[in-house]
């Protein structure tokens, strides 16, 4: 079962992926960050790879996409905040976006 990151937990997964663009949301306890691509195909394209992903893991984003910019915000609903699915999948976007 998953579970809401620890303190002490968060430090390990988190500072990779902040150091990688991601931002810590201020509204809640969730992470965020912005992916802008050459053109709306390449946004698309990933957006259809990444949800081959999130399917897999039965882990999806919260995301909004205008044109070739695509806003993501990860968290996990069923624990209150963010968890390790947060990091997986936010890692796994960073790579499917070449970064």
Do not use: C, Q
């Not at 663009?21 to 509204?27: H, I, R």
């Not at 960050?33 to 992903?53: C, E, H, I, N």
């Not at 399917?55 to 624990?79: C, G, Q, S």
Request: aromatic residues 10%; negative net charge; glycine residues 8%.
């Amino acid at each position: 079962m998953t579970e809401k990151l620890s303190t002490e937990a968060r430090g390990p997964l988190l500072d990779p992926l902040l150091k990688s663009g991601w931002e810590m949301s201020e509204a809640r306890d969730s992470i965020k960050k912005t992916f802008v691509f050459d053109d709306f195909v390449a946004a698309f394209g990933w957006m259809t790879r990444v949800a081959l992903w999130a399917e897999k893991w039965n882990h999806h984003p919260e995301w909004r996409n205008v044109y070739k910019t695509v806003e993501v915000e990860l968290t996990t609903h069923d624990v209150g905040g963010i968890s390790s699915l947060d990091a997986k999948l936010a890692r796994k976007m960073d790579s499917l976006a070449g970064g």
